[in-house]
């Protein structure tokens, strides 16, 4: 299962850190990807599953941090600098390695950053 949990309501420029609760799925390349209404699903970030490895869409390089903690089977995206078109549900999720494709993600959570 994974389960993602820490969004909420900030204001621009502001920090949010997610979790995700990721049981049963240490070995897998984790991440997360985001939809906004009406919107496609985006890629966010991933991470590989020893955690050496790491890799961003453009649009959050810089801003956001993914990392994970396998003894704690968690993984975490650290959000700086917030921005409103960073307003969406966020997914934690299995990714493919090589295309970063999500194959299995669990509940969301909704960010929201106000103007």
């Known amino acids: 299962q994974l389960q993602a949990s820490g969004g909420g309501l900030v204001q621009t420029g502001g920090s949010l850190r997610l979790s995700c609760a990721a049981s049963?799925?240490?070995?897998?390349?984790l991440g997360w990807v985001r939809q906004a209404p009406e919107k496609e699903r985006e890629f966010v970030a991933a991470?590989?599953?020893?955690?050496?490895?790491?890799y961003y869409a453009d649009s959050v390089k810089g801003r956001f941090t993914i990392s994970r903690d396998n003894a704690k089977n968690m993984a975490y995206l650290q959000m700086n600098s917030l921005k409103p078109e960073d307003t969406a549900v966020y997914y934690c999720?299995?990714?493919?390695?090589?295309?970063?494709?999500?194959?299995?993600w669990g509940q969301g959570t909704q960010v929201t950053v106000s103007s």
């Open positions: 991470i590989s599953w020893r955690g050496g490895s790491t």
């Open positions: 049963g799925r240490t070995l897998s390349t």
């Open positions: 999720a299995a990714l493919r390695s090589s295309s970063f494709e999500p194959y299995y």
